[in-house]
Nanobody
Framework: QVQLKESGGGLVQAGGSLRLSCAFSGGTFSYHALGWFRQAPGAEREFVSSIFWSGTRAQYSDSVKDRFTISTDPSEEVVYLQMDSLLPEDTAVYYC??????????????????WGQGTQVTVSS
């Protein structure tokens, strides 16, 4: 059973940076597509970014493109989300997601697969 554990959330001022980490365990990191989603209070969970386990096929939502960077460390089985130039509207619980993707088609962004428990990111104005 795949397990995902997020860390790195916290409180930061607008314009600041945070790096989220998601540790993958209980399965084979290879051939998974990894994603980050977020859910703000009163809103639906939304796609933020995704990447193939090898570090290729990175994708971003329009709202975070050019501010966030996703990456992986296959040797440590970790996926990162570097968040720069944070805005108050980035405040949300951030969730890590993993989908089995043996054909390398890329993350479906549909919310299937395995989920972590989430980490809170709060950006003050």
């Amino acid at each position: 059973q795949v397990q995902l554990k997020e860390s790195g959330g916290g409180l930061v001022q607008a314009g600041g940076s945070l790096r989220l980490s998601c540790a993958f365990s209980g399965g084979t990191f290879s051939y998974h597509a990894l994603g980050w989603f977020r859910q703000a209070p009163g809103a639906e969970r939304e796609f933020v970014s995704s990447i193939f386990w090898s570090g290729t096929r990175a994708q971003y939502s329009d709202s975070v493109k050019d501010r966030f960077t996703i990456s992986t460390d296959p040797s440590e089985e970790v996926v990162y989300l570097q968040m720069d130039s944070l805005l108050p509207e980035d405040t949300a619980v951030y969730y890590c997601n993993a989908e089995w993707d043996p054909n390398g088609l890329g993350h479906s962004q549909s919310g299937k697969g395995y989920w972590g428990q989430g980490t809170q990111v709060t950006v003050s104005s």
